[in-house]
């Protein structure tokens, strides 16, 4: 599966933005799908996932209630809605495919995108 994220920029503390990683070269509906971050020295932190089927998902602490993942299979794309956006939250976002667990943990994951880069001033 090649995954392309895109998304990024420079939002303002209290913004939203959408992240969009799209799949190509498998069938995406078997994959769950997930998204982590990683902030200049620190390590790669897990922030959200989703399963195969659509119907589960899951959140890092530091996100639950401000972003919110979902999938499109038709378009072999997941998203990830970012509101409320903090200084934090700055950090490269990553979006990476798995199967067949859903892959709350970096190394569960067997394919990843190239990463997108939100910025969230203060």
């Known amino acids: 599966v090649q995954l392309q994220a895109s998304g990024g920029g420079l939002v303002q503390a209290g913004g939203s933005r959408k992240l969009s990683c799209a799949a190509s070269?498998?069938?995406?509906?078997?994959?769950?799908m997930a998204w982590f971050r990683q902030a200049p020295g620190k390590e790669r932190e897990f922030v959200a996932a989703i399963s195969w089927s659509g119907d589960r998902t899951y959140y890092g602490d530091s996100v639950k209630g401000r972003f919110t993942i979902y999938r499109d299979d038709a378009k072999n794309t997941v998203y990830l809605q970012v509101n409320s956006l903090k200084p934090e939250d700055t950090a490269i976002y990553y979006c990476?495919?798995?199967?067949?667990?859903?892959?709350?943990?970096?190394?569960?994951?067997?394919?990843w995108g190239q990463g997108t880069l939100v910025t969230v001033s203060s």
């Open positions: 990476a495919a798995s199967r067949p667990r859903v892959g709350i943990k970096a190394y569960m994951n067997d394919y």
């Open positions: 070269g498998r069938t995406f509906s078997d994959y769950g």
